[in-house]
């Protein structure tokens, strides 16, 4: 059989751009997106990170926002895989890590097909940032052994299979990922297979940006508390007595008085 000839004129970055916030792109990110001929952004990418590609470099929305985009994924792939062959540096960048539901397995795929030679770098997921704004751990030792990264949104917008005895037995942390549309299915599925319904959970819009909203709760009424504050933008969730343990208020305002003694 014979394989593709690797491209060696372009080549391809599937890029992490993080939650959000700029300063939480890798220094390897930075780089990336500072070599780019290309940018290939989904709408999750903050526009402040787009400004720092080069003025020259090409920047194009495919639309992709919580696993609906107005490109379809094998459109996108041959984006990437076109504008490499023509020489160019392309740069995928995605909102979070490329790996965490991001589709990047599909892309390399495409590119190895291709011959294009690829590399991931990786960013930091919206669990671990939203964790890290709230100064909350995901596990700890006597509150949670284990992480559990889902999605809500299956297909046909449906609530995906999981296994619900397995995430409600565990007594671990459970980030619900894309739960916009099926946070209520979701959280109902967890209760039904066992899950102490005084379970602590929150979800937070707009993790690491300004204008990020935390909404405490449990796990049985997170989901009204979400649909009654009209959340817009992207959400996760969290899930497990580690939530109980944030101390956001705490750091703020010890961040507040270091400031002002500062200043
Ligand atoms: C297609 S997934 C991409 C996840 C991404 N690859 C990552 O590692 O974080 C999009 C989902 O991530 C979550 N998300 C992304 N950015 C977020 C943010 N700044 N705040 C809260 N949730 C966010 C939302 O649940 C959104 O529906």
Redesign the pocket.
Known sequence: MSMPQPNVTGRASLV?AG??DPELLTVKALRRIESADVLLY?K?VDPRILDLAPAHARRIDVG????RHTLSQAAINRLIVAHAQAGAHVVRL?????????RAGEELAALAAAGVVAEVVP?????C??AASMAMPLTQRGYSRSLHLI???GADDRVPTHDWNALAACDGTIA?????RTLGQVTQRLLAAGLDPSTPAIA??????AT?RRLPGTVADIAALVAAAAVS?????LVGRVVALRRQDAVESAMNEVRSRAA
């Open positions: 992490g939650p959000g989904d999750l992709k926002r919580c696993g995605k909102g979070g890590d490329p790996m965490v539901f991001g960013g930091i997921t919206v669990a940032a939203a999605t809500g949104h619900i990922y894309m739960g916009g937070i819009e707009n993790a690491t940006l990020e933008g992207p959400t996760l969730v």
